[in-house]
């Protein structure tokens, strides 16, 4: 099972940045598409970003368009999220996930390995 470990998250006043990041111990892990999801208390996963094995590609979801940036560094196995422009409503626990499938896919179903998740507050 591939352990995936999440760090950088924290409180930060809206229009702040936080950057988060995301590392795994396997080179199998540059090969993955990886995700990351967020989530609220009495709320289901919403996917942030996404990028794909190869860098080539990213995809955002429209609330985070513009603000958030999403990379990878092979060199270290890490996936990174600059967050910046943030809102509060961007609070809640942010989780990186990892998919086996050759495309990114919006939907935490389709992600296979998941870490801990850590937690960004943005106060108003």
């Known amino acids: 099972q591939m352990e995936l470990v999440e760090s950088g998250g924290g409180l930060v006043q809206a229009g702040g940045s936080l950057s988060l990041s995301c590392a795994s111990s396997?080179?199998?892990?540059?090969?993955?598409?990886v995700g990351w999801f967020r989530q609220v208390p009495g709320q289901d996963r919403e996917f942030v970003a996404g990028?794909?094995?190869?860098?080539?590609?990213?995809y955002y979801a429209d609330s985070v368009r513009g603000r958030f940036a999403i990379s990878r560094d092979k060199t270290k196995n890490t996936v990174d999220l600059q967050m910046n422009s943030l809102k509060p409503e961007d609070t809640g626990v942010y989780y990186c996930?990892?998919?086996?499938?050759?495309?990114?896919?919006?939907?935490?179903?389709?992600?296979?390995?998941w870490g801990q998740g850590t937690q960004v507050t943005v106060s108003s």
């Open positions: 990028i794909s094995w190869n860098i080539a590609g990213t």
């Open positions: 396997e080179d199998t892990f540059n090969f993955l598409v």
């Open positions: 996930a990892a998919s086996r499938l050759p495309t990114i896919h919006a939907s935490d179903y389709d992600y296979s390995y």
